[in-house]
Each structure stands twice: as C-alpha cells, then as structure tokens.
C-alpha cells in the first residue's frame, strides 16, 4: 500500500472489514489485484449530503469573495506539494502512466488556481434602460446546491474542474465520484478541509448502483443544478431528471472527434499531434481522435510515421516509471476496444501495428494502428476510449468535412494543415466546440471546454466555467 492509500485513513474499509453500508471493491487496472473497499453510501446518506450541502450554503454565499479566492489557491498549492503522493494514488486506482498521472494533477490544481483568481472578478451590471424610466441593475448569485458527477479517466481533473468554479461562485457541492475511481476524489475532499474548505461545503457521496440516490436528490428541492461528465445515453438520463424539477445543468458528454490532415499537412507535425491527442490517457479521453481523415497525399507517409511511433510507445504492463501507455479501466473496456478492431478488420481494415490485448493481468490493448477503415465502419461511429487509431483515406476535402460533421457529437475537431489560413478555414466549416489546429492538446484551465450538438451544454474552464455557477438577477428601480 501507498502512504496515500494509507493516509486517506478511516474513510476506506480494508477487504474485510464490517460496515453499515456496501463496500466498493477499488481494483488497480494495471494488474486487476484488489487495492481497497470503500464504503458506499445509501440513499438516505445522500439526502443528509444534499442537507447538508444545504445548510452551508447561506454562509459560504456570503463569505468575502477573498476568503473563497484564498482557499482556493490553498488547494492549488497543496496540491501542488502533494502532487507525487496523489499522482501514485491517482496512477493506482486509474492505471494511467506515472507522467501522465503527474500531468493530470497540475491539470486539476490549475482549475483551484484559476478559479480562486475568478473568485474575486465576479462582476454585475447597471445600465440605464433604454426609455430611460429606469436603472437595470444585473446582480451576480450563485446558483446554490450543485451536485457534481464525474467520470474514471481523470480523477483528479473532473472533480476539481466542477468543484473550483462551484466554490468560487459560492455554491456548495454534492460530488458523486465515479465507482472505479474514488480514491482520488476522497483524498482532495480531504485536501480540501486541510486548506480550510468549511464543512459542508464540499460532500461526497458514493452510492452503487448510484441511480435510486441520484434520482433522489435531484428531486430534493434544495439541489439546484447537475453538472455531469460521461458518456451521452447517462447525460440524456440526468437531462430527462432535471427536466422534472428545471434544474441549471451542465453536460460534459462523448465525443467523436475527427482528425483531419489535409493535403498541404506537415506530416511530422501532424504525427506528433495525432500521438498526443490519441494517446493521452491511453486514448480514454472524450477529446481524444476517434476518426482520422488523411488526404490520400499524405496517407502512405502518415500512417508509417504514426505506426512507427505507435509502435515505439512503452506500454506499462510492468508499472515501468517510464511507460508511455496505461491500461484501461476494465475488462469490459478492454473487449469493447478489442471488439471494434475486430469489427473494423472483418470489414476490409488493415492492421498496420499493434491489434491485441496482450495476455497480463492488466487490462491493457497495444496501441494500434487501423489503415483503409470503410467510412461507415462501426468503429468510427462508437468513442472508441482506447489505443487504437482507424485511419480513412479522403481525395476531396469537401467530402472529408462532410464525414467529419457527419456525427451527433460535437465535443472538438482536429485540423492538420501546413497553411494556417487553409487550416482555421477547415476549422470554422467543422460542428465542434473546440478545434485544435496543428496541435494534439488543447485542455486549459483558462479556456473554455465544452461541445455542440449531443456532446453537451455548457462550459467549463476559462471565463465562461463560472459563470455555469452564476444567477442573474435584474433588479429594477429609480435611483
Ligand atoms: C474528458 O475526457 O472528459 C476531459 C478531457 C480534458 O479535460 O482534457
């Protein structure tokens, strides 16, 4: 065990210990081995979050914005300090390679950064309405209790992304972490206590199944809003639920992204590129390439660039400190991966590396490298959230972009161009929320993350983050 693990202390049940509630069994997806049971909230354990998420909200509404600005930045440099002990434990219950663990959580402590910085810039308005009769006066309020639920692939980033903003508006938070990945979240609740977070204001909840208890509290009448990261079917369900009570709802759903390299592409550029945004968290990312789009003038030297790169990855099976490759999450993630190559293949696509879950104790797929996939294969349709990159040939450009915007998701879209004019023209014609133009990474905690279509609704990160925790009240009146 870890001193992490070790330190989150009476909050984890060791495997056998009795306990009121369930036990979530935590496994490491590295090697499938048992790492801790966790306690499981029941319904009622929910509602008493929800109350008291409640009754800490009128004192954090009304604490100084300074004061929320300043234990937000204590979060930040705590986390900071305690960056390698969370990166192990991170790495851990997520089996994501140690540098990409470490990355993730100055990821996360970012949002505490920006966001204690947005805490004291929240700002309202006066103007004179136009017959003159009248001052509008715009007043900035925090939407009030926030339930907050968060995905597997970063269990730091998710959490902290939906917390910070929260907070700094002055809302408080029910956080509901994802089953296979609490340990995380458990410990920056605790991190967040130690920087002075009040109780109340932060509660988290881990009820398995999770539905009966979300569907509860999202009928309390003190929630006031759902903020969601996953995949689009657990979307529309909490958007058929908040439409009961007209809940404020922010919707961080799947993508599918497409990857275009156009004719007049820098190949490395664009191999480098693919590499980072296919390959950040073992491509368990919803902004991660679903799609790549090659013109057929580029694509024999793209797909041996890439395939040579693919195939030179360190892959962790050993929890090698310098493994490039994690595992995924599950077994069933790992046959999902494993199904769609399948389905790809016996549809006419060629294997150029990789194609196999190696036979370990982890959940692990190589990474992989599909040439000649059929515009229609199901592969490009479904996020595939694992190593594998199917690559399409294209001869006219307006016909790629047909493909590409040819989806229900709408998350981001990646344009590869050796002319920056041709490239931002490609990318103003692509339905996204987010275009990333010569470039793999795009995620900032200073700008605004979020799709179109079913990807989602709302913001996070950037300007726009705080203000999916803000109410605008109009006040009338005569000076
Ligand atoms: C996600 O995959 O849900 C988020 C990725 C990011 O923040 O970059």
Not at 447 to 461: N, Q
């Amino acid at each position: 065990m870890i001193d992490a693990l070790n330190q989150l202390g009476e909050l984890l049940l060791d495997g056998d210990a009795p306990h009121a509630n369930g036990k979530l069994d935590v496994f490491d997806p590295t090697t499938g081995d048992l790492i801790a049971g966790v306690a499981t909230s029941m319904v009622d354990d929910c509602l008493a979050a929800v109350e008291t998420a409640e009754q800490a909200a009128g004192g954090w509404a009304a604490a100084p914005p300074r004061e929320r600005a300043e234990i937000l930045r204590r979060c930040y440099e705590t986390m900071m300090a305690e960056q390698a002990q969370i990166a192990a434990l991170l790495q851990l219950e997520n089996g994501k390679p140690m540098a990409e663990a470490l990355g993730e959580v100055a990821y996360a402590a970012d949002f505490f950064r920006w966001f204690s910085e947005e805490a004291v810039r929240i700002a309202g308005e006066v103007r004179r309405a136009p017959m003159g009769d009248k001052r509008i006066i715009v007043l900035p309020e925090p939407v009030g209790v926030s339930l907050q639920i968060t995905p597997w692939n970063f269990p730091a980033a998710m959490p902290v992304r939906k917390i910070a903003p929260a907070l700094a508006a002055g809302c408080t938070t029910i956080v509901k972490p994802a089953p296979a990945t609490p340990l995380t979240a458990y410990y920056i609740a605790d991190l967040m206590e130690r920087c002075g977070t009040p109780v109340g204001v932060v509660n988290l909840v881990l009820p398995e199944p999770p539905n009966e208890a979300t569907v509860a509290m999202l009928a309390h009448r003190a929630v006031h809003k759902v903020s969601f990261t996953g995949s689009i079917a657990v979307g529309k369900h909490l958007l058929r639920l908040a439409a009961d009570r007209v809940l404020r709802t922010s919707m961080e759903l799947g993508g599918n992204a497409p990857f275009v390299v156009l004719a007049d592409a820098d190949v490395e550029v664009a191999t480098e590129a693919a590499i980072a945004a296919k390959m950040r968290n073992t491509g368990a990312t919803c902004v991660a390439p679903n799609r790549l789009y090659v013109h057929e003038r580029v694509a024999d030297d793209f797909t041996e660039a890439l395939s040579a790169r693919m195939a030179g990855l360190t892959v962790g099976y050993d929890r090698q400190p310098d493994a490039q490759v994690g595992a995924l999450i599950s077994t069933r993630e790992r046959e999902k991966v494993a199904g769609l190559v399948t389905s790809a293949v016996d549809r006419g696509a060629k294997v150029v590396t990789g194609g196999r879950a190696p036979d370990c104790g982890g959940y692990f797929y190589e990474p992989t490298v599909l040439a000649d996939v059929e515009p229609d294969a199901p592969i490009l349709a479904r996020e595939i959230f694992g190593p594998v990159a199917p690559l399409v040939r294209f001869r006219d450009e307006a016909r790629a972009i047909e493909m590409a915007n040819d989806t229900d998701a709408g998350l981001i879209a990646y344009v590869m161009s050796g002319d920056m004019g041709h490239g931002l023209t490609v990318g103003e014609q692509l339905d996204a929320g987010m275009v990333a133009v010569n470039r793999g990474i795009i995620s900032d905690a200073s700008a605004p993350f979020g799709g179109v279509k079913e990807s989602g609704i709302g913001r996070e990160g950037g300007f726009e983050g705080i203000e999916e925790y803000l109410e605008r009240k109009y006040v009338a009146s005569n000076w």
